[in-house]
């Protein structure tokens, strides 16, 4: 008998298997396709090869493309104190004990009790006409159990909890990655909009200016009243623009105290100092759709997470076979004077075999787990194609802001050359001053729309990182 134990168990154990599917990314998966792993369209010769985009790889932590400290502080104080990355973080440590919890059906189980008691048993369960003497009673028990993982329920388990631990390791990087974009926007829109009201603060100068010539030519009997209305009228809509400014400017910095984990009051100051938009003196790198599919953490956690749904299907398909295991258990039961000695003791060794005959619910949940699967798998090149096309659209994009933008520098140029040469012609007296006033309302127009196409390049730049995965 003592042979027979062992001898059934290492036999048990020999005639493992693990049943379901072995994983491994699909052929047809779209991240296999070669158009995904291709040179990104709108990166080449049609596109936006003469805006400053390159192919090189994207570094790590692209903010610093910028030159700027105060955004480069901004990202390391967020990083540190994110309230969405602590929850992430969170949600990846209790991924990460998830992998111990399904580790540990591998191991036995140990237990042990002890129980004491002061009696007296009936005399008649004994078949007596007389009572028994109180007694002083105890047991002791200890016992061991082991599962022999027989067609591998264990071992998928186990290789789904480590994907799912992985995707939620991936989702700590989207996570990062979303909150550096959320950093550099807010950060960039603050810059924007302090720049946009000194430009506005300047327009309000010069239309005042030209209200009160027209008020003058007016009373003078030298101008029309529909002059004067219309300078009114154009004062009033630039000292309007400039609420909306600050209100913008407020909201920027609010936005980063929440980001930064902090409340409203406590926004960084030195966010507030920025009242020029930061620009990128180098080429943008981009890299290509090879590069871009292995760097963005959304296409990796969804990668993982058709790994988990596979393994998922050996733990239904485990399910209709026998479960096997194994038990040894002793102690001692009687007097409590008399625990642990021979005639107390008492011990048992056995195996034990559980079957539940297969029925439509547990074959109907393999083929559930079958069909999560195909559902994970479709979901997976959702997102890969997601990726691609949310780059090739912020490379287009960026491409149109971009040419907008040097359009309306050029414009702003003319309007600064036109002011200068009216502005002489007015010193030679060959110019009356109404035209110099108008010359640099044509200015100030000019920097105000400037202004908004290089907030708009700037905030596409930002969206094509996200879109690239952010080079974490």
């Known amino acids: 008998m003592r042979a027979v134990v062992p001898g059934l168990a290492a036999l048990m154990l020999a005639g493992c298997t693990t049943v379901g599917p072995d994983y491994h990314v699909p052929a047809a998966a779209a991240v296999n396709a070669p158009a995904a792993k291709a040179p990104f369209r709108e990166a080449g010769a049609d596109g936006v090869a003469g805006t400053g985009v390159v192919a090189d790889p994207l570094p790590p932590r692209w903010w610093h493309l910028y030159d700027d400290p105060v955004l480069d502080d901004l990202e390391q104080q967020a990083l540190a104190a994110n309230t969405d990355l602590r929850i992430a973080g969170a949600n990846l440590a209790r991924a990460r004990a998830a992998i111990d919890v399904a580790r540990s059906a591998r191991t036995p189980e140990f237990g042990a009790s002890f129980e004491a008691e002061r009696a007296r048993l009936s005399g008649e369960s004994y078949l007596l006409d007389s009572p028994l003497p109180v007694s002083n009673l105890g047991e002791v028990n200890v016992g061991a159990s082991y599962q022999v993982d027989l067609f591998g329920q264990i071992r998928r388990s186990i290789e789904a909890a480590r994907a799912d631990a992985a995707a939620s390791e991936a989702t700590v990087g989207a996570v990062k990655v979303t909150l ?29 200016r030209a209200l009160d010539i027209a008020q003058r030519l007016q009373a003078a009997g030298r101008g029309a009243q529909s002059d004067v ?148 798998l479709a979901q997976f090149d959702a997102t890969v194609l997601g990726a691609l096309r949310d780059t090739e659209t912020a490379l287009a994009t960026y491409a149109e802001d971009h040419n907008r933008a040097v359009d309306l520098a050029h414009a702003r140029e003319a309007a600064e050359r036109e002011a200068a040469e009216t502005k002489a012609m007015r010193d030679a007296g060959r110019s009356p001053l109404s035209a110099t006033i108008g010359a640099a309302q044509g200015t100030l127009s000019a920097r105000a729309a400037e202004t908004a196409a290089r907030e708009a390049v700037a905030l596409d730049q930002v969206n094509l990182f996200l879109a690239l995965g952010g080079g974490w």
């Not at 550096?180 to 005042?208: F, M, W």
């Not at 926004?267 to 790198?285: D, F, G, N």
């Open 229 to 376: 209305t219309r300078a009114e009228a154009r004062l009033a809509q630039v000292e309007a623009m400039v609420p909306v400014q600050r209100a913008r400017s407020r909201a920027a910095l609010y936005r980063l105290a929440y980001l930064l984990g902090r409340a409203p009051a406590d926004y960084p100051r030195a966010a507030e100092r920025c009242t020029v938009i930061p620009t990128i003196a180098h080429p943008l790198p981009v890299g290509d759709g090879a590069a871009l599919l292995a760097r963005r953490p959304d296409v990796h956690g969804a990668e993982r997470r058709l790994a988990a749904a596979t393994a998922r299907i050996g733990v239904a398909t485990a399910a209709l076979y026998p479960h096997v295991g194994i038990g040894l258990s002793g102690g001692s039961f009687g007097f409590l004077k008399d625990l642990g000695t021979a005639p107390a003791n008492m011990w048992s060794i056995g195996g034990l075999i559980e079957w539940s005959i297969p029925t439509g619910g547990a074959r109907a949940r393999v083929r559930a787990a079958d069909a999560e699967t195909d559902a994970a």
């Open 180 to 208: 550096a974009a959320e950093v550099a926007r807010a950060y960039l829109a603050q810059c924007a909009a302090a720049e946009a009201l000194d430009v506005g603060e300047a327009a309000i100068k010069v239309d005042a």
